[in-house]
Structure formats: C-alpha cells, structure tokens
C-alpha cells in the first residue's frame, strides 16, 4: 500500500494541558500514528490565525491544535 | 570520614583505573550478578562522580603490594597516604534517615536462593532489568543466559512472616513485583509470568490501576496462593510447591524464581539506638508514636523513610520534608546562620556574537536509544544552520552529563542549547540551571521531546519515530537560531500562609508553620474544628484520639500566629505565588460576611468523607437499619454498643470502593475493619465478627493488628471479584450470602449487623480545582505535581496539598503529609521572593496603539493601560502573567511578544516543519 | 550526638543553625534539599562512596517508568 494517504499533520500544544497529556500519552505507552509534529505553546492562545495559515502554506496536510 | 584514596578534585572519572586494576571483586551496586575491580565507581551517574578504592579488596590496602593504578592516572588522583579523619560537628537537630536492611539469606533458603543461580532477590533482579546492568537490560538466566520462558514472583518473603521474626508488611513489595514484572513483559513479551500472592497490596493512590493494566494489558498472572518452596527440578529448572485457597497442594516448573523480599530493619539500627539514645520498635524500626510519626523518642532527633516504618518512595519523600519542616521549627532562631546561597558565574553576554548552537540528543538508557535510531538522529543534525557542536548522551541528565555539557558549552563557545531527550515540563530546569552554571542565559535553551511523545507512543515503528525525531530536531534548531537571552525577574513575597480545612491535616500544617515563625489563617467551614477525627475515637493501634485533638486545637487557637474563621469558605482566589489575594465568605450568626486575606502560599487541607454508596457490591444498596457503614459501627461501638456489641457482625470490604460507585482503593477501610473488628472481640470475646475481603490491605505495622485478631477468633474470608457476597432482605432480617473458598461452599448468614467499608471521598476539590486552575484526578483527588518527587507541590506554583483530599490514607500518613506541606509551603516564604518566569509577555510600547484589546481579552487581568505621554498604552503586570499569549496572538500590530514564544521564533519552527515536506 | 543536642538545648542563646542528615538515600538526599531551603545548613552523612541509596539501583518507578536516577 504505497498510496496510503499518510498526512503530515502540525500541532500546536498548549503547555498545560495537552501537551501534558501527550507526555502522559507516553508514559501510558499508548501508541499512536506518528504523522503528527508538534510545536510547544504556553497556551493556545498563543496561536494566531496566522501561524495556521503559515503551516498550510508549508505543507501541512492538516492542523492540530490542542489545548 | 573513610579514604576514598582517589582526591576528588583530581578525579575525572576517565575509568582507565579501574581497567588496570588486576583484581575483582563482586559488584554491589549490580547486587553482585556481575564483577567490578577494587579502584571502581558504582555507575556513571554516581554522586559525587568520583572513583574509590574499595579498602576490603585492593592488594595495596590488604597486601602492599600492586599499586598498578597510580602511574596509570593520568591526574594523579589516586592517594594511598590518605587516612581515615574524624570530623566534629556541632548541629541542632537530626534527621535519621539510614534506609532498610536485607532479609537475611537464612529466610530465603527454602526457596532454593544460593542453591540455584536462577532464584534472584527482587532488588537482583531490578539491577538485571537495568540497561546498565549485567546483561543491558535483557531478561537472561543466570545460570546458562538462556531467554527464560516461564517466571515465578513470590510474595510476602521476609514480610508477614513470623518465622523471620517480620510480623509486618513491607508494604512496597506488591507495587514493585507488579512494575519489575510490567518492564520483563516490555523486555520480553513472550515471557510467562506469574505473581503468587497472599494479598495484592496495591493500596496507593492509583496502584489498582497499575495492577489491572499488569493483568490486562500485559498478561501477567496473579495467583493467590501460599508458596511452600522451591526447589532445583530437572536439568535446569525450578519447581514451585505451592497451595491454593482450596486447601490443595500444587507443583509448577519454572525457569526462573524471583523473591519478593521485604524491607528489614537497617543494619546499624541497633548502632544508632545506642550511639543517638533513641528507641526502636520491636522489629527494629524507630520508635515513633502515631501522632508524632516523625518524633524520635529523643528530642531534636526526628526519622524520614524506611527507618520509620516501611514505606514507598512518595512516603519517603513526603517524610524528608515533613522531617525538614519540623526541625526548621526548633531551630527558627539560627535559621539562615552559616547558609551560603549558591553563586552563579557572571552571565556571558552573546549580544553581537555568531549564533552557535550544540544539538545533544539523548539515549535515556533504552527508552529512546530502544527505538530512535539515535545516532543517525545525532548525524542528521550536521550542517543545520549555526549548529557548531552535536553529540550523543546516554543519559543526558545525569549529574555527569551535565559537567559534561558544561565543558562543552565553554570549549565550542555554545550561545544556544537543543537538548532532544524526554519532556520539557520535567527537565527543563535542570538544564536551564547547567546552563546558568555554564554562564549562559537560561533562555538560549530549547528542548525536543523525542521519549514521552516519540520513542514511547511509537514503540512499534522504529522508523518513523527516528524520522519525526529529526523532523522535530530541525524545528527546534529553527527556533534556537532566533532565541535571545530574556532577564530575570524577582517580585516580593507575602509572608503569610492561608491554610484551607480545619480537620487534622489542616491543624497540623497550620501549627507547623507557625512554628516556623509564619502567620497563617486557617479557614474551617464548619463551626467547628477536628474534621473526621471527631468521629474517629481511636487509631488502629487502639490509641485514643480525643485528647490529641484537644491539644492540637487548643494549641492552633492560642497560637499568635494563627487566626482562625470558621464557618467560611474561599469563593475567589487572585494573584500568584506570593501574592495571593482571596475573599473568603464568613456566616456571621445570620449574616454572611465577605474578607479579603491576603498570603504568599496556599495549603488545600479541605479533607474527604466516608463515602454514602448507592451501589455496593454490583447491586442495589439494600436499606436496612442492620446495614451500617464501619464509622457509623465505630461510632455506635464509642456509644450504645460500649457495653454490648453486637453478637455477630459480617464486614464488607471494598463495599463501594475498588469497582462499584467508587473505582479506586480507599487504602483505610481494611484497617479500620480490623481495628473495629478487635475493639468488638474486646468488649465482647463470644461475638461472632467475620470480614469478606478481596485483599486483605493491612500494610506496615498494621498487620499485627490483623494477625491478632485472627487470634482473637475473627474470621476473614476473601471473595473474588466476579462472586461477590450478595445482601437481602429477608422480611426484618437482613441475609448475606457469600461463596466460602475453603469449605468450598456456599454459606447464608442472618447476622445482627453487617458493616460495610465504603471507602473515601475528597471534599470541596473540584470547586477549588476550578478557582484554583490546579488539576485534579479521574477519582477527584487532587493532582500533586509529580507523584514520587513532589508528592505534597501542585503544579501551580505555591499551592500546596495534604490530607483526604490528596488521596484516602490513615492518620499517621495525614499528619506527615501535612508537616510536609507546610515545609515546602514555608520555602517561598523564607525566601522573601519569588522569580517570575522570563517567557511573560512583553509591550511594545512603541508600536502600541493603546486600543486595549489586550488587556479586555486577558484571562488573568495582568495587562494594563497606562498614560505615556498622554497617549493610551499597554503594559503587562509580570507576576500575573501565566504567559499565555493571548495577548499577543491578538494583538493587531504585533506589539506584545512573549518571552521564549514570539511570532518570528514560531514561524521558523513552521518553515522548518514544511521543509521536511519537500524532501 | 544525643549528648550535644541536649547541651545546645540547654543554652539556647549558642545552639547551631546546621542538621545532620545521616543517611543519604532518597529519603536523606531530600531532607537535606528540603532543608536547605529552609535556611539552615546541612551535613549529610553516608557511609556508602556515592549517594542515592536503593533509589539509585532502580531500573523504573511507578507510575511513570521515569529512570530512577
């Protein structure tokens, strides 16, 4: 299967909350795809509009934003 | 002082010496599974990282001969002049804290262990686990290095044994055999593993889960069984004679048996009794009393850890700062005498040098080194823009790693730092503070998670996880390349405490900073004070509890430096660490009255309560005045049932904790059953008591108390989880009816009382979780900041937990917890100041158009509008700033950055996510 | 020791600010941090040639497998 779909997805992660969840993702071994970069904020509501334009204009197949 | 024979400052812990050495000798550290020389050091990380001469094996030292290692030091470290030195000290106080002993070989024998290599203690076994063991990590037998297929954990060896004269429950074994057990499983998932218990004692704040997971997820075994020995079978294996509940003996072969060996008595603790005059228990343990759990029987000289009692690593660690904050209270007058703060070197200003970053990506043992191909990670990083200097680590937080980056940062002339290893929000500081040490600006520092959110979520796919940690790398050296150095900020603190709940932790952490010389106000919603020790008469050692409290309240209420409101509560909380403000609503008579309290820190003592179950064992609570909880049975024995109990009594555990309303362990009830079970044989021997339990959790000393009331004639009959006893209602009377698994039968009782143990529940946490901003568990109890290291810290800064509302525990452990929290609490305020974070935001008052839509939008009220030059502008208020960037995310001409995030740093980090893109 | 705890109670106007932590595990390392940040100075005593105790011969730690060290 070497057309599967396989997305490049951009993450913005607020510091205390998702981000945290996604540290203790890990220490729970849960496994999932590894499609997903992140970028670590202090809050979602860092993230300007802009910054999710910005990321498709890159590539970004899709945006993550967690918080 | 003993000689180390190696000068420390000398030292560079090159390791040549020990390669030299021409003799060996068991290594220790590795529980002696492999062999080390003489001139050695324990494991890389070891504190100080400074090699020694072990004096019982090194032939200079026993036979003057050898002395091969001196010319080979390159530094001249190694010094046979040195000689042992004694050293006067004058102190104030002490704290004992010598740790545990072994359980002598002579227990273990029956089990085969010294007979057959493949028998381990559990500590072996640890160390065979650890990628710096033996066998780097791979679960080998000893005896030929073969892959074992089958393994066998035996419980309770050395505990609750009273053949080995250990009567009590080491308390820790249950947890660790069920973690070694879940790493083999990791290591080796093809192993078939097998824990033999008597009782799971998994009582700890979320340990239930962690079991579940074990069976679920892993498939480990558990048996309830006693193990009656092992011995050599067949040409290799071992094999287990056990029995099982039903009375029938059993034979399994196993390739490998690891004991699960309790905690003793430290070697030297007959030593200490007598060289320090302080008394020990009859196990050898320090003598404390259940009030003062921390009180040696000499003054000044208080016990944190193992010593005490056996305990975890939380417990451990809660003890050492209860055990600070008590002798920080004696000594109040000499505090900061002879203190020398910790100096930094000058900070280095980068400003107009080339940007040079070094990009350090870290193995963490096997967690990432496992599946992150970490040196082509560490290859990749070559020729990234102003990237100077990169390197792999084995462990890039150990203590020798950081001499190292130290080293480093000076000699490539580093002005940037990218560490890849595990979470910025554990590790962060620690780098930072290397950093500091290195001169640098703690700011030019950026990390990669490459462990919690790579190599862990993607075990399974080698590859890709080595490319995202690239991916990620190249991000982060994006940002670095746009990092500047922010300053530090400090804002005063006030030095007041505001204590929240009036039950025993609240008291304990009021008065305890009190005694440090703080001003706190303690706040009780009810009109009076005690909490749950008002009803609980006596603790589980049969000691009453009324006088204690009656001292402890009268002591809080004539302290200077206590106030005390009652029938209030907190309904709004603003500011930060060192400048909290909080309103408190007050009923006074009919009215209700609002104060404003200001303080530095928060201790939350808001206590929990028997919990009132709908549910209890998988049906309906069946309602009945026969059916009563074990407080309202404690109460009623304390009342009208002084005289005459009840004739026959059939207990309940895990009657709403541990699956029905309540999915977690309440920790107390198993003792709090027993303790009620003795008191009713005491004012009745011919009452029948029987208790149905799934395990039977009277962990430390507790255990006497239930091996006594087995002597006693109280009957304890487990039950599994999927035959539970069932409670009717059978006209007036009220039936139960359970399955006995050593008759093997079913039974029906008509008993005059049935006392059920609901378990525990937190008060006031989610409201104050909200007003708070401070999280709390799945099961509503608060969430401490790290569960082992900062057991009693929030992760708000400044606020503290202890008590019921933390998690259900018994009295001995509410009062450590709450001495512990009032010493971390107490730290802020001896300081006198706090540091504010640098990644505040920051205005651009020059590009600031004053419309405000900033400080409208800010959750925190930290941004203001302020008159520069009659025109309107925005400035941010540093102390109350979460750093958020809301502010900056919205404002419309980019005027506010935030430190460490700003618009052009996070914009690389996007270029650079898309780049990957096109290769 | 038991000797000098009490005579630095009985004239308090002398008695030293320092503890002494004797034994430096998990439980001993923190006790001194703790303290130290409390104001006072510490010895902290092991007899072992490096510090860290059992804690440090820790593969893993419940809950969260994080190093021991």
Known sequence: MTDEFNPKILGFLCNWCCYAAADAAGVSRYQYPPNLRTIRVMCTGRVDAAFILRGFVEGADAIFTGG | MRPRFIDADKCTACGLCTTYCPRHLQDTFNEGLNLTRPIHIDYPQAVPATYYIDPAACLHVTEDTCQICVPVCRSHAINFNQKPKVKKIAVGAVVLAPGFGKVPDSTLAKYSYGVHADVLTSLEFERLLNPSGPYQGNVLCLSDQRHPKSLAFIQCVGSRDLGCGNGYCSSVCCMYAIKEAMVAKEHDPELDIIIFYMDMRTQGKDFDAARKRAEEQFGIKFVRAKVAGVTPWGAKGLRLTYSTMDGRHRFDPFDMVVLSVGLDAPKDARKISKLLDVELNKFDFCRTDPFHPLNSSQPGIYVAGAFQGPCDIPESVTQSSAAAGIAAGLLKKQRGKGYVVKSYPAEHDITGEDIRIGVFTCHCGINIGGVVDVPRVDKYTDGMENVVYHSESMYSCSQDAQEMLKKTIKEHNLNRVVIAACSPRTHEPLFQETLKDAGLNRSLFEMVNIRDQCSWVHANEPEAATEKSMDLIRMAVAKANRIQPLAEQTVPVTDKALVLGGGVAGLTAALTLAEQGFHCTLVEKEAELGGNLLVIKQTIEGVGTAATLKKLISRVKSSALIEVITKAELITINGFVGNFSSVLKVQEGKKTAEHTIDHGVIILATGGREHKPAQVLGQELVKSKQIITQQELETRLFGKAKKRAPSSVVMVQCAGSRGDDLNYCSKVCCNHAVKNALHIKEINPESQVFVLYRDLRTYGYAEEKYQQAREKGVVFIPYEVDNKPRITKKGQKVEISFHDPLLQEDVVMQPEVIALSVGIVPQGTEALSKLLKVPVTEHKFFMEAHVKLRPVEMPVAGVYVCGLAHSPKPLNETIVQAQAAAAKAAMPLVKGSVSVEPIVSHVDQEACIGCGLCASLCPYQAIQIIKVDKKRKAETIVASCKACGICASHCPTFAISMGGFTNEQIIAQIEAFGNSIEE | ?69
Do not use: H, R, W
Request: net charge positive.
């Open chain 3, 1 to 69: 020791m038991a000797k000098a705890v009490k005579n630095k109670k009985a004239d308090k106007g002398t008695s030293s600010g320092a503890v002494m932590v004797l034994g430096g595990g998990i439980a001993g390392v923190q006790s001194a941090l703790d303290l130290t940040e409390l104001g006072y100075y510490v010895y902290l005593v092991e007899k072992s040639p490096a510090i860290g105790g059992v804690m440090a011969q820790l593969d893993k730690t419940f809950p969260t497998n994080d190093c021991a060290l």
